[in-house]
């Protein structure tokens, strides 16, 4: 036979061994009644690219996920169920992914405790929807800053001094104005004692920088780069939410908290008094409890806590004892075994429904340009 012959029979013989095994394999997998791992999407609706929660939900999704092959899952229970794909989404913010979670257009997202109380009530901005009775928590992943970032020269050292300035209050499907609202409600000011901007936080500290904002409210776990650049750069700084009304807010939100923005958390910057909230991941009831078991269990993994500091910003991050904490809706099934399994404090109070922030004018004014 001759040298290429050989080759040729040899390889289309060893095809045809490699095809029986694959078949012995596949035939084997059958009988043992075993089938490939069935691929399983969950979403997680985050918020601007810039803030907080976008960065938190990729993470959430780089651990979680377990496609076949890879091989950090191979440990017990470093990611999330076989075949589970986590996948993040930008959003608007808070108000925006718990109406996307109780329409049925995400798996999941990550919301302010004090919109997903006002979501289990059914008032403020969810009044027409109702009460989101299926709404569920996973997880307390960690503690926001409400932060009031003026201009330098805008001569404004309290929230009292924003009236008649202008101030940006962040986006209409964002936890952000829900907070502010209440903010400006407590130091008895409204969104017509200020010139209202609507614009993403983003876009926001922008205006504020070229000098067309005056103020801009930002709530996320602190650093915050867009709010640490313009300290650095000397054109902005932060302003105290304290006095009586915080005490008025605090009184009025009860799922707001006194809290100090501690001194080097931004270069440059003393203590900040302030209040803060918690973020919660949020889910639907009809997630499967197995699912939800298995994706906290992940979570909590003590294999993934090195990469989990890497990325922490604000308080109690991703950490196991908060996590079943002030949660404003009930805990989800899956979750809340996990927890209990873990002997971890749980309180599924019921939640006390924050005042609903004033309804912003019929028809908001936009900050004119300079």
């Not at 950090?72 to 109406?99: K, Y």
Request: hydrophobic residues 45%.
């Amino acid at each position: 036979m001759r040298p290429q012959r050989q080759i040729a029979f040899f390889s289309l013989l060893a095809g045809f061994v490699a095809a029986f095994s694959v078949l012995a394999l596949a035939a084997t997998g059958i009988a043992q009644g075993l089938e490939a791992p069935q691929r399983v999407a969950f979403q997680i609706s985050t918020g601007s690219t810039t803030g907080s929660y976008y960065p938190v939900g990729q993470m959430l999704a780089d651990l979680l996920s377990h496609p076949p092959g890879v091989g950090r899952c191979q440990a017990v229970d470093v990611c999330g169920p076989v075949g589970l794909i986590v996948s993040t989404r930008a959003s608007e913010g808070s108000i925006s992914n718990v109406n996307a979670i109780t329409s049925g257009n995400v798996s999941s997202g990550i919301a302010q405790a004090d919109v997903v109380a006002l979501a289990v009530a059914g008032k403020g901005a969810f009044a027409k929807t109702g009460p989101a009775k299926q709404l569920r928590v996973i997880a307390n992943l960690y503690g926001e800053d409400v932060h009031l970032l003026a201009a330098k020269n805008a001569n404004i050292k309290s929230v009292a001094d924003l009236r008649g300035k202008r101030v940006s209050i962040s986006t209409e499907g964002s936890g952000t104005i829900n907070t502010a609202r209440a903010v400006l409600a407590a130091y008895r000011l409204s969104e017509r004692s200020i010139v209202a901007n609507y614009d993403s936080g983003e876009k926001a500290t922008d205006l504020l920088q070229s000098g067309a904002l005056d103020a801009v409210f930002y709530v996320g776990g602190t650093p915050v780069n867009l709010i640490q650049q313009l300290l650095d750069e000397g054109v902005a700084v932060l302003v105290p939410i304290t006095g009586e009304g915080r005490t008025r807010l605090l009184r009025a939100q009860p799922h707001l908290y006194a809290h100090t923005i501690a001194q080097g958390t931004y270069s440059g910057s003393g203590n900040v008094e302030t209040v803060a909230v918690d973020a919660l991941w949020i889910t639907d009831a009809s997630q499967p409890e197995t699912l939800v078991y298995g994706v906290v269990k992940s979570l909590f993994n003590p294999a993934n806590r090195a990469t989990i500091n890497e990325e922490r910003v604000g308080a109690h991050f991703m950490e196991l004892a908060a996590a079943g904490k002030g949660t404003m809706a009930p805990l989800h099934p899956g979750a809340a075994r996990f927890y209990m399994e873990m002997g971890v404090a749980v309180t599924e109070q019921q939640p006390v429904a924050p005042t609903a922030p004033p309804a912003p004018p019929a028809a908001p004014p936009r900050a004119p340009a300079k």
